[in-house]
């Protein structure tokens, strides 16, 4: 059996969540402070016995940071395991955690697997608590007594078999009761087949082994306690060692202790220590002593006196941290291996691996750990895109934070159902496509906290320079990021961004390549016009009902968009000098390029395909300046994309940026004056975008706006 999933209420920030598990490596994968540790410390309090919790340990702030008050909710863990064999079933624990059927709930996360079991943890008030709440009707009394409650006041209650899926917020109301409207259900009528029947826990902990490697674990002194991994794989062994050896073994060490024992400095000390008793107490009183060597013969007593070295060096305290935490993780999976005939269940749960070790050895180390399927599972938590990168996409979870709330997310979700259904694929699932194609580079999406997708090199290199230079702030800053498709198959990786998926804002910008350029131009295409329809069209009908992807299109090309705007045309020019050495190409571009758009359009086309869109982007972002003009299109595709990150002091930041880049008019005083001042925001950003409501910074606020309202 394997750990298949666990439910997590009112825990921290973990408001109501959902986490599912494959056998083998699972990866946590979120940005700082998104709720990893969290969910690793759920699962610890729950099966881990090293990690005793209870009422002495819990504190008010271990309670859901979205709850108004903490007293007399609920903190509910739960634990769903999986693929429960006929063997185990002959174990008396896991007959007793299997449920009946397959749970309804449960189906809907895993897609209805057999032979499922559930551990419940209720972290509750007492009975006689929930007693008095339940029959006190009163408004105001209600307030007074459950003002009264103190952490002493609650009890942790095991149960397994549940049958509900307590993420539900309906279900938990039915449980617990209508505690803002004043409303506590009655504990008398508490219900096995929901809640689960009462259960030992400590029954399940001497059969699941879990242990936890922390992030800034300190491996060498773990190595050096009583009770380190080798100890316990000597243990594990110890009946497997020949009678004979072990015998030999105990009469070199009595050997050894009579030796140490006839020392003669030795027995001087001895007949010392008894001369001073003697002074002290006197003869009736004093003991006689000996001192002598007592090194115990027992093998296992022995397991204190080995320890590992690595082979060129004297002492393991010469290895780095890096090599130290390997070495670690490697004993423990070697005494899960020796141990996994007396466990049901190990599961190692492993924050941030990454810590200490070089790009390639994380990623070695991950496609390694993948051969304990057999016999540990295990979790590990990573904000690392190399780890992603080598991470099975179906067995990851992706969290991120919004307004303090942790927010699971499963990038698989119905994913192989959308790749059938909406893209024809007909024998490859869509989940390893993606799976192959996040490389270190592109992964980075699964950290961001919004996603533009674009075509080529121009769009990549330019957009995040041109937003730093309008705005002042960059999109690194923001979370954004820009990721180079490096074609048009948008689809294949903006389906990733889904309610029931990612639920990160996803902007597509696109190129609907129409002909600006004369048609008997090289440059003209009608094919291309066509191919840019038909995408927007594909695009639009993907996507139209999903509020996560939204598809910005240019009419015609970047380089062409972007010299619409006159202001930018300047910096073209500026670009000529860095591409072309004769004055006469750099006059004939400038003519163009200031005349009608038919011939601007085709002369900035052969300026940047003759140097490589690319480069010649390079070379642009580094001429462009706080006047730069962002196109409507690429502006509207960022607003989107931000949205959730954005807030009032990003906003005022940015309007600060661009007030002191302008001249000094009153008007920039005025609000300048205001932001100095620390006026509220909101009216501050109200005055700016409507004293100033022509700039493109105004007009970006105000798409932030009217694109969150939608």
Not at 77 to 99: D, G, H
Not at 513 to 518: N, R, T
Not at 682 to 709: G, P, R
Request: include cysteine; charged fraction near 30%; glycine fraction near 4%.
């Amino acid at each position: 059996m394997y750990l298949k999933g666990v439910e997590i209420v009112n825990y921290k920030n973990l408001k109501n969540c959902y986490l599912n598990f494959s056998e083998g490596v699972n990866t946590i994968i979120g940005e700082n402070d998104s709720g990893k540790s969290n969910i690793i410390n759920a699962i610890r309090i729950l099966l881990d016995d090293t990690y005793y919790y209870s009422t002495k340990r819990l504190k008010e702030n271990d309670f859901s940071y979205d709850l108004d008050d903490w007293k007399g909710h609920w903190i509910i863990i739960s634990a769903i395991f999986s693929n429960i064999s006929q063997e185990e079933l002959n174990n008396e624990i896991c007959s007793e955690i299997k449920n009946d059927e397959n749970i309804n709930f449960v189906n809907s996360y895993i897609g209805g697997e057999d032979n499922t079991g559930v551990i419940t943890l209720f972290i509750r008030p007492q009975k006689t608590i929930r007693k008095e709440l339940s029959i006190i009707t009163e408004k105001e009394e209600f307030k007074k007594r459950r003002e009264k409650i103190k952490i002493s006041d609650y009890e942790f209650y095991y149960t397994c078999r549940a049958t509900t899926d307590f993420c539900d917020e309906k279900v938990y109301k039915e449980i617990v009761g209508d505690i803002d409207n004043f409303s506590y259900k009655d504990p008398d009528d508490d219900d096995d087949s929901i809640l689960g029947a009462k259960l030992n826990i400590l029954d399940i902990q001497n059969h699941i082994s879990v242990v936890f490697i922390d992030a800034l674990r300190d491996a060498l002194s773990e190595m050096h306690k009583p009770r380190n991994p080798i100890k316990r794989i000597i243990e594990s062994i110890e009946s497997e060692i020949d009678p004979e050896k072990i015998d030999k073994i105990q009469k070199l060490i009595a050997n050894l202790n009579l030796s140490i024992s006839e020392v003669e400095q030795i027995k001087e000390i001895g007949g010392k220590i008894n001369s001073k008793l003697l002074d002290m107490i006197g003869m009736v009183y004093s003991p006689q002593i000996l001192l002598e060597s007592q090194l115990n013969d027992d093998i296992n007593a022995l397991t204190r006196y080995l320890t590992i070295k690595p082979s060129n060096q004297n002492s393991i305290e010469l290895l780095g941290l890096g090599h130290l935490n390997m070495i670690y993780i490697a004993l423990k999976l070697v005494e899960f291996e020796t141990n996994r005939t007396r466990e049901l269940l190990n599961i190692m749960l492993i924050e941030e691996p990454e810590a200490h070790i070089h790009p390639h050895i994380q990623k070695t180390l991950f496609e390694n750990l993948k051969v304990t399927k057999n016999y540990t599972q295990v979790i590990m938590t990573t904000h690392s895109t190399h780890l992603s990168e080598v991470s099975d996409i179906n067995k990851m979870n992706i969290i991120k934070s919004k307004n303090n709330i942790s927010i699971i997310m499963n990038p698989v979700n119905k994913l192989d159902t959308f790749g059938k259904e909406k893209l024809e694929l007909k024998k490859m699932a869509l989940s390893k496509c993606i799976e192959r194609y996040l490389d270190a580079k592109r992964s980075v999406l699964l950290f961001s906290k919004g996603i533009i997708l674009v075509e080529g090199d121009g769009e990549e290199i330019l957009i995040p320079n041109m937003v730093k230079k309008a705005f002042g702030i960059s999109l690194d800053e923001l979370g954004v990021s820009i990721i180079n498709i490096g074609s048009t198959a948008f689809e294949n990786i903006a389906c990733l961004f889904d309610e029931q998926r990612i639920k990160k804002n996803c902007s597509i910008i696109t190129d609907l390549d129409k002909q600006y350029v004369l048609e008997n131009s090289s440059h003209y295409s009608k094919k291309a016009e066509k191919l840019g329809e038909s995408r927007k069209e594909k695009l639009n009908n993907l996507f139209d009902d999903n509020n996560w992807v939204n598809c910005y299109y240019a009419d015609s090309t970047f380089e062409i968009e972007f010299i619409k705007e006159k202001q930018n045309i300047t910096y073209v020019k500026d670009s000529l000098d860095e591409i072309y050495k004769r004055e006469t190409d750099k006059t004939k571009h400038i003519s163009k390029l200031e005349g009608e758009l038919e011939d601007a359009a085709e002369s900035i086309l052969i300026i940047a395909e003759g140097k490589g869109k690319g480069w010649y982007a390079t070379i642009l972002s580094n001429i462009i300046d706080k006047d730069v003009i962002i196109p409507d299109y690429i502006r509207q595709a960022i607003a989107h994309a931000c949205k959730e990150v954005i807030d009032d002091e990003i906003k005022i930041k940015m309007i600060k940026y661009v007030l002191n880049s302008e001249k000094i008019s009153e008007k920039c005083k005025t609000i300048l004056e205001l932001i100095e001042k620390r006026e509220q925001n909101k009216l501050i950003i109200e005055k700016y975008c409507a004293e100033f409501s022509n700039t493109q910074l105004s007009k970006f606020l105000k798409e932030i706006e009217e694109d969150d309202a939608r």
